[in-house]
């Protein structure tokens, strides 16, 4: 049985920046550069992805709220206002 671990998004990031920081302030060997771009593009589509699963997650419970609220009766208001009482 394989158990796979869990997206962790901040270090999955936190990853990334160190790449691009790499990138930014080391003299680039082109085989490592290389290496390095390929992990960092797996890691945006990672983050990416990720990102979309919450987003989705964030519109069905959006919506399920939506439902419940439109579930709950309004008080219905009489034919009787103030103004009506002293007629």
């Known amino acids: 049985m394989t158990s796979t671990k869990p ?3 901040e270090a999955a990031l ?3 920046e160190s790449i691009t920081d790499w990138f930014e302030s080391s003299d680039v060997s ?3 550069g290389l290496a390095k ?3 960092g593009m797996e890691l945006t589509a990672q ?3 990720h990102l979309a699963t919450v987003e989705n997650r964030v519109e069905k419970i959006k919506a399920r709220f939506k439902v ?3 579930q709950i009766e309004e008080p219905t ?3 009787e206002g103030p103004a009506d009482l002293f007629s």
């Open 77 to 79: 208001e009489t034919d």
């Open 37 to 39: 771009f390929e992990r």
């Open 14 to 16: 936190k990853e990334l």
């Open 68 to 70: 419940a609220e439109s």
């Open 47 to 49: 983050l990416k992805d």
């Open 7 to 9: 997206f962790q998004f």
């Open 30 to 32: 082109l085989d490592e």
